[in-house]
């Protein structure tokens, strides 16, 4: 993992983007950086590291990852407002695309994060709808292809991406 492209879509080697971050030896210094690297830990199913950045408040029990089929294939993060390293709150917008059951979907979060004593903390989201791409819309994975020319296509619908979306 450490020399592959970080899965949060930087086009960074994991080991200098996201990878700190997991292992613990540094904590993301933006709510923008927190956000990439959770993220990542899905992609990982990485639950000790979600639940240690979840907010208290809000934290959930289990993530249930157990029976989780979910393949996580793409981050495209739309805007973000705040969340700096002087700032305590911060909110970024983001699709994720992903693959569940042999079917590719997407859904699009507007997080919110706070910073408590100097560390940075996701607090909730609102999941807004996605609706699917037309077939000559870009495709979701982030190659750059229209959608029936890439995942929208039944050939091509059931192989692996074979990168991360920026």
């Not at 157990?66 to 793409?74: F, I, K, L």
């Not at 970024?92 to 560390?119: D, M, T």
Request: hydrophobic residues 30%; aromatic residues 10%.
């Amino acid at each position: 993992m450490e020399n592959r492209l970080c899965p949060c879509g930087s086009l960074m080697l994991s080991s200098e983007c996201c990878g700190p971050f997991l292992s613990g030896s540094l904590k993301p210094k933006t709510a923008l950086d927190l956000m990439r690297s959770r993220y990542t830990a899905y992609h990982l199913k990485n639950g000790a590291y979600l639940l240690k950045t979840w907010h208290q408040s809000t934290c959930p029990v289990d993530l249930g990852f157990r029976d989780d089929d979910t393949e996580w294939v793409g981050l495209n993060v739309v805007w973000y407002e705040a969340g700096g390293i002087k700032d305590s709150e911060g909110v970024v917008e983001f699709i994720a695309s992903y693959r569940q059951g042999g079917v590719l979907l997407r859904f699009r979060e507007c997080s919110r994060f706070l910073k408590e004593l100097g560390e940075w903390f996701y607090l909730d989201g609102i999941v807004r709808s996605e609706p699917n791409p037309g077939r000559n819309d870009p495709c979701w994975c982030g190659s750059g292809r229209k959608y029936k020319k890439c995942c929208g296509s039944p050939v091509i619908a059931n192989e692996k991406p074979t990168r991360s979306s920026p």
